[in-house]
Nanobody
């Protein structure tokens, strides 16, 4: 079992920045690909960004490319994945979820590619 705890959400004005963190525990962090998803009210949960277990492959949704950056720290003291969000827009408002998927999978961009989920953190961008 992998436990994931997100933090860093909040209220920010359009054009501002936030950095989300997701702390992982319970299993060897470097065995897992990590992803960020978001869900706005009345909408499906959607892919935002993902990073392979080694950190060598990064994938972004078109809507956030060039504005968001995913990164991870694989050492035992940290075991954390980050999402740096710059130039935030009103439409980025959502609950953001961190997810972990065992590294053997070929895809990392859909919810079914992940085994464990955090509880979510709210990001609200005011226009």
């Amino acid at each position: 079992q992998v436990q994931l705890v997100e933090s860093g959400g909040g209220l920010v004005q359009a054009g501002g920045s936030l950095r989300l963190s997701c702390a992982a525990s319970g299993h060897t962090f470097s065995n897992y690909d990590m992803g960020w998803f978001r869900q706005a009210p009345g909408k499906e949960r959607e892919f935002v960004a993902a990073i392979r277990w080694s950190g060598s492959v990064l994938v972004y949704a078109d809507s956030v490319k060039g504005r968001f950056t995913i990164s991870r720290e694989n050492d035992n003291a940290k075991n954390t994945v980050y999402l740096q969000m710059n130039s935030l827009k009103f439409e980025d408002t959502a609950v953001y979820y961190c997810a972990a998927g065992f590294r053997s999978r070929s895809r990392i961009v859909t919810t079914s590619d992940y085994d464990y989920w955090g509880q979510g953190t709210q990001v609200t961008v005011s226009s």
